[in-house]
């Protein structure tokens, strides 16, 4: 499943967006309104990476506004980005944020970058080639805390660096586990949407049980998401060698049972019907940003 993702994910970003150019005109791209692309050399892990920023409408002169990470960028930013618009009209405060999209590293193809940025620790698999990379989360993260948020105080007056909160699907959910889990203080707010807890033997599901049974106090909101068709096949077997994706439903419960034995933090669970590991994506994204932008 998880390479049919990383396949999706690499076509998409080939995929160039075309507007409407006059009659007679060459063909121009097509561009997000009030986005913007920042390049950013990261001294820690000593590779460039694209942000993609998405401002909210013209505001007051120094209003301040909360902060929306989405990992995996080519594909959760625009979806983000269309749906606040269209979430406004319902009189949530969805459009009034800064949207930041975390894409790949330049150079790198999506697969290699989110295979190595978004994952904890290194897969025990037989199945794939020594030469791929995993496990360099914590390193990320040390990116984000010392050279995101710093660029973003410095280049993005709108931004509100106090209200940071994150969206991520997949292993951008896996991340996103990790974070809550170890760095919890770096958001505020967690959309966690078809989590890969299965990765590397349920190694974060096992470090959720041990913090529950510590009780450990954790102080974040987050939302847990799975698509409804995201449930192992009675009497599935993964082949021998491949780590199976595994039943990501029922992952997302046992997190939930353990994060709901942990003091201060507040956790709902949505799954969503007749969606998919792929198709989930959107009504996630759309659910999310009810829960995170609640209306006046």
């Not at 080519?74 to 979430?87: D, N, Q, S, T």
């Not at 150079?107 to 025990?124: E, F, K, L």
């Not at 049972?257 to 759309?286: C, K, N, T």
Request: hydrophobic content about 40%.
């Amino acid at each position: 499943m998880h390479r049919l993702l990383n396949l999706v994910l690499g076509l998409i970003c080939l995929l160039p967006l075309w507007g409407t150019p006059p009659v007679g005109a060459q063909p121009a791209p097509y561009a997000l309104e009030r986005t913007e692309v920042h390049r950013l050399h990261s001294r820690v892990l000593q590779r460039d990476y694209e942000l993609y920023i998405g401002l909210p409408p013209a505001t007051p002169a120094g209003a301040r506004h909360p902060l929306l990470f989405v990992t995996d960028a080519p594909v959760g930013f625009p979806v983000i980005h269309a749906m606040a618009r269209r979430l406004s009209h319902e009189g949530l405060q969805a459009q009034q944020m800064v949207l930041v999209g975390l894409s790949y590293a330049v150079g790198d193809s999506p697969t290699v970058s989110r295979n190595r940025d978004y994952t904890p620790s290194q897969r025990a698999s037989a199945a794939e080639d020594s030469s791929v990379r995993y496990g360099e989360a914590e390193a990320y993260v040390r990116f984000l805390r010392e050279e995101v948020l710093p660029y973003l105080a410095a280049h993005v007056p709108q931004a509100d660096p106090a209200r940071r909160y994150f969206a991520g699907h997949s292993y951008g959910g896996l991340f996103g586990a990790h974070v809550l889990l170890h760095h919890t203080d770096l958001f505020q707010r967690y959309i966690l949407s078809s989590p890969s807890l299965w990765f590397d033997q349920e190694r974060l599901l096992r470090e959720a049980d041990a913090r529950a049974a510590r009780r450990q106090p954790l102080k974040a909101q987050v939302l847990l998401l799975a698509g409804e068709r995201e449930q192992s096949a009675p009497g599935r077997r993964p082949r021998p060698g491949v780590e199976a994706d595994g039943d990501i439903v029922g992952n997302t419960r046992r997190f939930e049972r353990a994060l709901r034995q942990l003091p201060g933090l507040q956790v709902q669970r949505q799954i969503v019907p007749d969606e998919d590991h792929l198709s989930v994506f959107p009504s996630a994204m759309v659910r999310g940003m009810r829960w995170a932008f609640p209306g006046r």
